[in-house]
Structures are given as structure tokens and as C-alpha cells.
């Protein structure tokens, strides 16, 4: 199993940036395809952004698409998520997620298959 902590949130203003980090320890992060979701209040889990084990294929919902980046550091066994251009909307707890995928070319994986879960990371953008 692999141990998931993001820290990185907080508010922000309309239209400012965070980056949330992931820290990946207990086993080889490279492993994993890697996703973040949010999930606000009374709202179901939302995915956001997935990246490929060795990085370098993402995918994005259009909700997110071309504000946010996700990528990750292998060699420090860390995912982040760049969050540009913030909206009020994107306020939520984010979460980052791993799943064990046989194929470096596997990027969007069902939420039922992410596997490994941390325990989000407040954002709140402010108006």
C-alpha cells in the first residue's frame, strides 16, 4: 500500500493560484497512476485531473481544463496540482489518489479504481 498526504490549500482570492502537493511514501509511488478529485459540500466526489505513471500524459475535465496542471516528481515521490486562475467554484477539499494500472500509458481510471486516498486539503477561493 502507499501513504497519501496533501498539503498545499488554503484561500485565495478570485483569479490567484495555489499548488497542492502530494507526498507518497510505503511503496513505489512510480507504480501508480495518479489522480486528484474534489469533492465540496453536499457534492459527490469530483475527478479533476489524472496523470500516467511515468507523467507526461494528463487528462482534465473541461471544468478545469487549461487553469489547472497536474504533474509529478517520481524521484521525490510527489504529485502536484497547479491551480491557475482560481473561481469561486473550485472551492473544495482535494483529494489525491493513487491506483495500482498494469500500463505506463493508462491516464483516466475510473474513481472505482483508485485505490489509495488522502485526506484532502481544504481550498477555499473567496469572490
Known amino acids: 500500500q502507499v501513504q497519501l498526504v496533501e498539503s498545499g490549500g488554503g484561500l485565495v482570492q478570485a483569479g490567484g493560484s495555489l499548488r497542492l502537493s502530494c507526498a507518497a511514501s510505503?511503496?513505489?509511488?512510480?507504480?501508480?497512476?495518479m489522480g486528484w478529485f474534489r469533492q465540496a459540500p453536499g457534492k459527490e466526489r469530483e475527478f479533476v485531473a489524472a496523470?500516467?505513471?511515468?507523467?507526461?500524459?494528463?487528462y482534465y475535465p473541461d471544468s478545469v481544463k487549461g487553469r489547472f496542471t497536474i504533474s509529478r516528481d517520481n524521484a521525490k515521490n510527489t504529485l502536484y496540482l497547479q491551480m491557475n486562475s482560481l473561481k469561486p467554484e473550485d472551492t473544495a477539499v482535494y483529494y489525491c489518489?493513487?491506483?495500482?494500472?498494469?500500463?505506463?500509458?493508462?491516464?483516466?481510471?475510473?474513481?472505482?479504481?483508485?485505490?489509495?486516498w488522502g485526506q484532502g486539503t481544504q481550498v477555499t477561493v473567496s469572490s
Open positions: 496523470i500516467n505513471k511515468r507523467g507526461g500524459l494528463t
Open positions: 489518489a493513487g491506483s495500482i494500472v498494469a500500463y505506463d500509458i493508462t491516464v483516466r481510471v475510473p474513481i472505482s479504481q483508485y485505490d489509495y
Open positions: 510505503g511503496r513505489t509511488f512510480s507504480n501508480y497512476a
